[in-house]
C-alpha cells in the first residue's frame, strides 16, 4: 500500500515558538569577541585573513609594504603556481587555443605542459568525460530538484557508489578520482538543469552526448543547446571563465572547506560535496547573480543609459537603501582582498566588449561600465573606504553568461565546474603535506550551573 504524505504544516506553531526560544538564549555578547581578541571570520581588525596554512597553488596580491612596513593598495594580481594569471591567458588567447585544460594540468602538477603533455592530459580529461550508465535516468531523473547545485552535489555524493575505491586517499587514487570529476561536473551540472527545465518548467527534454573532442567550455555549450552550436567567440569567452574561477587561493570559502573536510581523512566524493555546499552560499558562489538582478532593476529604472547624471542619482539611492532590495549594496563592486582592482575583472573585460558586440548589446556594456565607474567613486567618497574599490569578477560574469544564454540557475554550478580544479589541487597538496586535522579552538563564555531535576524545574 503506497504510503500519503504526511503534512506537517500544523506543526508550524510549535516549531515558531522553539525558533525563539533557540534565537533567545544562543545570542553572545558582541564586546566578548574584542575582549578575547577573537578573529571573526577568520579577519582581523583590518580585513586580512589569519594565516592558517601554506601553499604554493595560487597567490593572490592586493598591497605592497613600503621599507617602512606600512601596507599600500595596489592593483591587484592573481597567480597560479608563479605565473600571472593575466600572462596566462594572454598566452593561450594569441595561439588560438582553449586555457581550461592547460589551467587545470598547471594546478594539480606545479607546472606548464608541454605540447605533449597537453595533448596527452586534454584526451585523458575526454576519456573521462561520461557518467556510469543509467545515471542521467535512475539519478538525475527520478527527482529532479529545483536547486541545480544540491543536485550537482547529490549526484558526486551517489557517484562515490560507483567506485570500488572509493575511500582510497592514496595519491594515484585521489588524482584519478579528481580528474574524473573535473571531467564530468559539467555533464552532471547541465544534465540536472535539463531534468529541472523538463519537469519543473515544461521546456523540452534533450540530452546529449559529451563530445570527447571538444574542450570543457565548448562541451558546456554544446550539452546545453538544442542545436548543439555555438560561435568561436562564445566557446573561447567561457573558456576564459572557466580558467578565471578555477581558483582563488587557499583562504576564499570553499576552498578552505576543502582543507578542512579533507584534513579529516575523508573521501574525494566528500570533500567535493562539502566545497560545492559552500559555493551555493549567496555570500560566495551566487554573487553575480545579485548583479544580474541588480542590473534588470537599474535598466528598469534609468531611462537614458548614457546619462552620467541618472545614473549618479539612481547608484546614490541603491548605496542609501532607498533603491533595489535596499541593502545599501553595489553587487560586483568591492572584494574582501582586492582594492584598487580584481585582475580577473581587468582580464574579463575586454572579452566582454568582444561578446557585447557580437550579441548586439553594447548599450548594456556601456551602461555596465558607466556603474562600476560612478559606483567606484560613490562608494569611496560614501564609505570612506581606505583602500579603494573595484569592480570584483562577478560584476561581468553574469552579463557574459547572459549573453551566451545561460539559464541563471547553471551560474552557481558553472562556477563549481571551473574551481574543482582548485579545490583538487588543494586536497591533493593538503593529503601530501599536512597528515593533521584542522582543529581551530571556539572559547566557551557560557557560565556553568548545576543540573535541576525535570520535577523541579
Known amino acids: 500500500m503506497a504510503m ?48 592558517t596554512g601554506l601553499t604554493e597553488i595560487s597567490e593572490i596580491v592586493a598591497s605592497f609594504e613600503d621599507e617602512n612596513g606600512v601596507s599600500h593598495p595596489c592593483d591587484g594580481q592573481l597567480f597560479y603556481r608563479g605565473i600571472n594569471v593575466e ?54 531523473m527520478k527527482k529532479p530538484s529545483k536547486d541545480i547545485m544540491n543536485a550537482v552535489a547529490r549526484s558526486v555524493l551517489m557517484l562515490y557508489s560507483y567506485d570500488d575505491r572509493a575511500d582510497d586517499v592514496s595519491i594515484p587514487n585521489v588524482i ?17 538543469y535539463q531534468a529541472y527545465h523538463h519537469y519543473h518548467k515544461g521546456g523540452s527534454l534533450i540530452i546529449h552526448e559529451p563530445d570527447p573532442k571538444l574542450s570543457t567550455a565548448e562541451n558546456i555549450l554544446h550539452l546545453l543547446r538544442a542545436d548543439g552550436k555555438y560561435t568561436p567567440l562564445e566557446a573561447e569567452i567561457l573558456d576564459v571563465a572557466l580558467v578565471l574561477h578555477a581558483e582563488h587561493g587557499g583562504g576564499n570559502n570553499s576552498t578552505f572547506t576543502t582543507h578542512v573536510v579533507t584534513s579529516s581523512g575523508t573521501d574525494t566524493y566528500s570533500s567535493v560535496v562539502s566545497s560545492l555546499s559552500s559555493l551555493k552560499g549567496p555570500k560566495h558562489g551566487g554573487a553575480n547573480i545579485k548583479v544580474v538582478q541588480m542590473f534588470a532593476d537599474i535598466k528598469e529604472h534609468i531611462k537614458n543609459w548614457d546619462d552620467e547624471e541618472e545614473i549618479t542619482a539612481y547608484i546614490d539611492k541603491i548605496l542609501h537603501k532607498e533603491a533595489f532590495d535596499k541593502t545599501g549594496l553595489v553587487y560586483g563592486m568591492g572584494h574582501a ?64 553568461y547572459s549573453m551566451l544564454g545561460l539559464p541563471t540557475e547553471l551560474y552557481t554550478p558553472i562556477f563549481a565546474v571551473a574551481r574543482i580544479a582548485g579545490w583538487s589541487a588543494h586536497r591533493i597538496e593538503e593529503l601530501i603535506n599536512c597528515n593533521k586535522i584542522i582543529r581551530p579552538a571556539y572559547r566557551n563564555v557560557c557560565e556553568r550551573r548545576e543540573y535541576i531535576s525535570l520535577q523541579n524545574r
Not at 503534512?7 to 525558533?19: G, H, K, V, Y
Not at 587555443?97 to 595533448?119: C, D, H, M, Q, S
Open 4 to 51: 500519503m504524505e504526511k503534512d506537517f504544516s500544523r506543526l508550524t506553531p510549535q516549531i515558531e515558538e522553539l525558533a525563539k526560544k533557540c534565537i533567545s538564549n544562543n545570542q553572545l555578547d558582541a564586546t566578548l569577541y574584542d575582549k578575547y581578541e577573537v578573529k571573526r571570520g577568520l579577519r582581523d581588525l583590518n580585513g586580512k585573513g589569519v594565516l
Open 176 to 192: 584519478r578520482q579528481s580528474l574524473q570529476l573535473i571531467s564530468e561536473l559539467p555533464l552532471l551540472a547541465v544534465y540536472s
Open 337 to 400: 582582498v582586492y582594492s584598487l582592482s580584481d585582475p580577473r575583472a581587468r582580464a574579463f573585460k575586454g572579452f566582454v566588449e568582444q561578446l557585447s558586440a557580437e550579441k548586439h548589446r553594447e548599450d548594456e556594456f556601456r551602461l555596465m561600465a558607466n556603474v562600476e565607474r560612478i559606483a567606484s567613486e560613490l562608494i569611496a567618497k560614501e564609505r570612506k573606504i581606505y583602500k579603494g574599490v573595484s569592480a570584483n569578477v562577478d560584476f561581468y560574469s553574469g552579463f557574459v
Open 87 to 140: 600572462d596566462l591567458i594572454a598566452g593561450f588567447t594569441q595561439d588560438k587555443r582553449f586555457g581550461y585544460e592547460e589551467a587545470t594540468y598547471l594546478l594539480l602538477f606545479g607546472k606548464l605542459p608541454n605540447k605533449a603533455e597537453l595533448e596527452e592530459f586534454t584526451a585523458l580529461l575526454g576519456e573521462y568525460r561520461c557518467i556510469p550508465p543509467n545515471f542521467v535516468r535512475d539519478i538525475i
